[in-house]
């Protein structure tokens, strides 16, 4: 049923709609997802999903708009339960094959009244997925086809559909089976006195009761003095809750001409017969197996939606690893811009060289009035300058860029490791384990915009303690190369660190601008570069989600909506 939490949010928002209305919702609904994930008991709810779209399509929808068209009588049954057989003494004259070879039915066998054929032979109504076979047809015709027999036999307004068999060693014939009896205005189950107990043919006739339909169950083949084999079926029919089923035995006889002497069948020719010529009858079978087939709407599209949310349950999962794995890197990227682990090799060797050689000092001027435009500071940078700032873009692109790299790999071994994950890499994983080509690109243009930025910060936030400001001016691209080291945690191996800063940088910084102007400083700095590597990240992450979104897995509206759509089917009813 629907959970609590959803109930009055979809009452509110339910308008009464006319029944076929409500159908055609539904149906939308049901057929607007696939079950894309691999997961347990997919394939039951691919199944499920399909079973609902038949019974619509091929019942509901054609009975609800014609309450006058012809039932459909479709028998159904194990291989070699005699069928064939009933259906030819039905209607007098052989229309259906039988015989020694198994499967004998290898085309669906539709026998109706001549005046019903237009009907039948119209693909818009009942079964529109099925072509249609004017008969009689060669038996060799198979597939999605009906072959359409006339017979004056059958009184108008009822047609006999012979269905293949439920175990025929045809696949197809299972999928036809299951779709003929979601059609069905009526099933009539046959099997043997040898068989009955046979776990199919409870199968069967529980799928009978469970779609709402009205059951007559014939046993057939039963020997002389064989009052204990009927007994114990009748009490078997009672014990799975189908002792409403009509019931009739044909006894063990001779079959001539592939029909069974006709009063073998009489019982069940004067039930059929009741049901079409009656019209109080034909009401109550539509009545019955229409309020029947909706009312296991209540449960089947529920445990439908149900299903939907595990699939979108493990969409979320699948998210959260992208999520997770990207989360990851942004916050190892943040520990190694902070632990002096950056500022090795090539970049401590520039530092040490711009620090160690007087630039430094440069950088900072006695006099006011001195700095100069930006721009022309920029086009005097010291060549040690330029190598310091090239060497702190190249340190920072490769850590960005190799913490994408071990982020795409983790999510790749992450999907690797569920089965739905697996399933939506094939074919992918050689390209989603490692970062997107175009990153590499969009890193230096989004450290090099993070470099102006702390330029821009130096010249716009960073004022100078009242008592420096009046002896000092600076350049703001050194100093910003300054704050960068600080940042990225100069010294930290031995002295300890306080606000991303230390040791010389820090000092010097603090002499500047005080620590409250240097904390917002550094604060706005590591943000804004938190900031433009995770927008990376997520760009990075995309490509992930889109394997997602191409695939069409459902999401969070799916089954609200076919909790929705089921209730207000129930309004119209």
């Known amino acids: 049923m629907t959970p609590p939490a959803d109930q009055s949010a979809i009452k509110r928002a339910a308008t009464p709609l006319p029944l076929d209305e409500a159908l055609v919702d539904l149906r939308d609904q049901i057929a607007s997802f696939r079950f894309v994930l691999d997961a347990p008991g997919v394939d039951e709810a691919r199944a499920m999903q399909q079973d609902l779209l038949n019974q619509l399509d091929d019942y509901l929808l054609p009975r609800v708009r014609r309450k006058d068209a012809p039932l ?25 094959a039988t015989g020694v070879l198994r499967p004998t039915t290898s085309s669906p066998i539709l026998v109706c009244h001549p005046d019903d054929a237009d009907w039948w032979l119209d693909e818009r109504y009942v079964l529109p997925g099925f072509g249609r076979v004017p008969g009689p047809a060669p038996d060799a015709v198979v597939g999605d086809q009906l072959v359409i027999m006339k017979s004056d036999v059958l009184p108008k307004g009822l047609a006999l559909l012979d269905s293949p068999d439920v175990d025929s060693v045809f696949e197809e014939h299972h999928d036809f089976a299951a779709q003929f009896l979601a059609a069905a205005d009526v099933w009539i189950c046959v099997t043997t006195a040898a068989r009955y107990a046979d776990a199919l043919v409870w199968r069967l006739l529980h799928r009978a009761r469970d779609h709402g339909a009205t059951l007559g169950v014939v046993l057939s083949r039963v020997p002389e003095g064989g009052e204990e084999v009927v007994g114990h079926f009748t009490e078997m029919l009672k014990d799975h809750g ?62 439908l939606a149900a299903k939907v949310e595990e699939q979108v349950a493990l969409r979320t999962l699948l998210r959260e690893d992208v999520e997770g794995a990207y989360a990851t890197g942004l916050a190892e990227l943040d520990e190694a811009t902070r632990n002096g682990s950056l500022l090795r090799g090539e970049v401590l060797a520039r530092w040490q060289d711009f620090a160690g050689t007087g630039d430094l000092e ?4 006695a006099g006011r009035g001195q700095t100069g435009h ?41 999907w690797r490791s569920r089965p739905a994950g697996a399933m939506l890499l094939e074919g992918r994983d050689e390209t989603l384990d490692r970062a997107s080509a175009e990153l590499p690109r969009r890193v230096t243009r989004a450290v090099s915009a993070w470099q102006d930025h702390i330029a821009d910060l130096i010249r716009t936030e960073g004022v100078t303690k009242r008592s420096v400001a ?10 910003a190369l300054v704050l960068m080291v600080g940042l990225f945690g100069f010294g930290t191996s031995d002295i300890a660190v306080e606000g991303g800063t230390s040791a010389v940088p820090q000092r010097l910084l603090k002499a500047l601008f005080g620590a409250e102007s240097l904390r917002s400083m550094s604060a706005k700095a590591r943000a804004d570069l938190r900031g433009r590597v995770g927008m990376l990240f997520d760009e990075e992450a995309i490509r992930f989600g889109q394997v997602l979104d191409g695939a069409g897995v459902a999401d969070e509206t799916t089954p609200v909506q076919l909790y929705q759509a089921t209730y207000n089917l129930e309004v119209a009813r």
């Open 72 to 96: 459909l009588v479709v028998l159904s049954g194990s291989t070699g339960a005699g069928k064939s057989t009933l259906v030819n003494t039905l209607v007098g004259e052989r229309v259906s």
């Open 242 to 303: 189908l002792e409403q089923a009509a019931q009739f035995v044909i006894p063990e006889t001779t079959v001539s001409g592939g029909m069974l002497p006709s009063e073998a069948a009489d019982e069940v020719q004067m039930w059929l017969g009741g049901i079409s010529e009656d019209e109080d009858g034909r009401a109550e079978v539509i009545r019955s197996t229409l309020g029947g087939v909706l009312d296991t709407f209540r449960t089947r599209v529920p445990e």
């Open 362 to 365: 440069r950088a900072l001027h």
């Open 374 to 414: 930006r721009g022309s500071r920029r086009n005097r940078a010291p060549a040690r300058v330029r190598a310091l700032k090239a060497a702190l873009r190249s340190a920072l692109e490769s850590l960005i860029v190799a913490g994408a790299e071990r982020a795409a790999d983790e999510v790749v071994s992450r």
């Open 470 to 479: 009046k002896f000092v001016s600076y350049d703001d691209e050194a100093l």
